[in-house]
């Protein structure tokens, strides 16, 4: 049942410690307030008597240290209670970050000591891994830190549409519902869903994305002291586990968070060792994170890119725009999917270069493409350039060579050059 109606109103009493598990239904929002106590809800502390409107299928937790009495008002698709959570390990990683961003700040000038910690979370799917990133992030701005969030899952990306690695810095707890705040992130399109099409160019994005990272450290003490949390892939075995190690050592990570999966920790530990300053560090993944199949993957990726364009409650107006064909330069890297090393006769070198930049005439195929629109002023940088935003290809029309586009906004494009993935929507 829809909430409003009084029938579904009821109040759950919380322990200290405990946490209520909640999915929203897939039909209808729940409504959510904190009657006494203090809850929080990832990190996020709940505003006392204020009734909160969740969408539907949003999956969360209001966790308590103290006891608190909530209020629910709706039908859920489950909610329960659970008394046994990590969290106090988890605040207990929080408490040694904290201090470590303190002693960063008592250094302003040496540039070693005033580093702060660059914690990276890695783990299989569904461990839990963006959700602790966001406790982690929301508890360090609580106290006035400004830590850097990166997100290198390209597959589930909290920071923009899926295909992208991207940064921001996090000011404020992070809003349970809105999520992180949109404001001018620092984007890369890789252009896939996952980066075994163009492990190369994945690589690549990330480097730069590290390169862009160190130079606004480097003019910011502030940033600098606060660090850095990196959300990673599930994918963790074979070239997935490489990516791990490549992101950890082109991040300069210090501590690693393994959860839920005692072998990752016990490789990377035993990887890892002779790097003096970073911590490996294993942690217990919480009973409350849902797993979700293929199907819900794929539905969660289009939400994000309908979220993009309309915003989470409609609340965007994007813009439909027409171009001549001969308006608009697009590009795409790589030669097509490569054929893996191992599927190669040894010694033999795949031919295509993964970051060859190769133009792209208009065709049939782009329709229903997600396009990101580089930053670059000339082609070349093109695979060095963050991305301004996204548009979405509506209709191709031959005859008169004009191609429609929905872009967030009317007006020109912010830049000229336009790069081409395999990240396509449909409007539901
Ligand atoms: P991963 O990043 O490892 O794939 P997530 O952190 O995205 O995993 O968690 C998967 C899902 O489980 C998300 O929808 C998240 O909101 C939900 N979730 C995580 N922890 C809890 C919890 N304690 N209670 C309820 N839902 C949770």
Redesign the pocket.
Known sequence: APPGTSKTVRQVKLDKEC?L???VSPEYPLRLRVLNGTAEI?GTEIPPEIWMTFPPR????V?TWYGATIEIDGTTETDYT?DE?PMISYVNVHAVLDARRNRAKASPSDSDASQGPRVIVV??????????A?MLLSWAAKQGWKPTFVDL?IG?GSITIPGCISATPIELPIDPVEGIPLDMPLVYFHGHVTPSVNVDLYKVLVKELAQVLERQFAGNVESRASGMVI?TM?WIEGVGYELLLHAIDTLNATVVLV?GQEKLWSMLRDVLKNKANVDVVKLHK???????NAKVRQKARAFRIREYFYGLANDLSPHSNIANFSDLCIYRVGGGPQAPRSALPVGAEPTADPTRLIPVNINQDLLHLVLAVSFAKEPDEIISSNVAGFIWITDINFESKKITYLAPSAGNLPGKYLIMGSLTWYEP
């Open positions: 946490e598990r909640v999915e990832f949003l999956k969360f937790a966790f659970a959570t783990g299989p799917t569904d461990s839990g891994k963006s959700t602790l966001r899952d589930q959300n599930g959860l919480s009973g409350g994170v849902v797993s979700r």
